[in-house]
T-cell receptor, first 116, second 113 residues
């Protein structure tokens, strides 16, 4: 099992350019997430998909869009990149635990994005 | 979700137990306590979680006070590879599936020889 994979690992964009970050998981998990982490900070949730076919905003959704392509894949799109979006982006997935709120998240290695 | 308070940093000698505290005084009845860690700039790694009973797995033990307002993560024999930022998170999940985790700034644990 590869777990959670993310592409690309690194990316440099100019202000106003667009790009899509890809995420895939091979654990047959229902839920997927996108987080960003700025230097010296904890992770902040951008968007999540509780199950295939659904997406919802997290704490910092402005400037981003997501697509849950299928159960395996969840992409994050920056339509017009801004320097404030320079960050490390992590994708995660989880399986809803039996009997209640016990699901744990598995994280990918991250995409390091710089917007000039 | 309830907020958590952790010390910004701690040191531990290799081979000794590392005890990382966390306060979560506003935790509600259906919220679990989760611990994750992040080594260098890698993706966070799940360690352990619990509701009200103490829990142990191959990585660590979690001690939750009887009133559930605080907890302690114990790494029984810390090694240099346990140097990481440790996050204590309280969450009750999302209706319909999934779990929104709120990461604070965590505790930077430094394990030294």
């Amino acid at each position: 099992n590869a777990g959670v994979t993310q592409t690309p690992k690194f990316q440099v964009l100019k202000t106003g350019q667009s790009m899509t970050l890809q995420c895939a998981q091979d654990m047959n998990h229902n839920s997927m997430y996108w987080y960003r982490q700025d230097p010296g900070m904890g992770l902040r949730l951008i968007y999540y998909s509780a199950s295939e076919g659904t997406t919802d905003k997290g704490e910092v959704p402005n400037g981003y869009n997501v697509s849950r392509l299928n159960k395996r894949e969840f992409s994050l799109r920056l339509e017009s990149a801004a320097p404030s979006q320079t960050s490390v982006y992590f994708c995660a997935s989880s399986e809803w635990g039996r009997g209640g709120f016990t699901d744990t998240q598995y994280f990918g290695p991250g995409t390091r994005l710089t917007v000039l | 979700d309830a907020k958590t308070t952790q010390p910004p940093s701690m040191d531990c000698a290799e081979g000794r137990a590392a005890n990382l505290p966390c306060n979560h005084s506003t935790i509600s009845g259906n919220e679990y306590v989760y611990w994750y860690r992040q080594i260098h700039s890698q993706g966070p790694q799940y360690i352990i979680h619990g509701l009200k009973n103490n829990e142990t797995n191959e990585m660590a033990s979690l001690i939750i006070t009887e009133d559930r307002k605080s907890s302690t993560l114990i790494l029984p024999h810390a090694t240099l590879r346990d140097t990481a930022v440790y996050y204590c998170i309280v969450s009750g999940g999302i209706t319909g599936g999934g779990n929104k985790l709120t990461f604070g700034t965590g505790t930077q644990l430094k394990v030294e020889l």
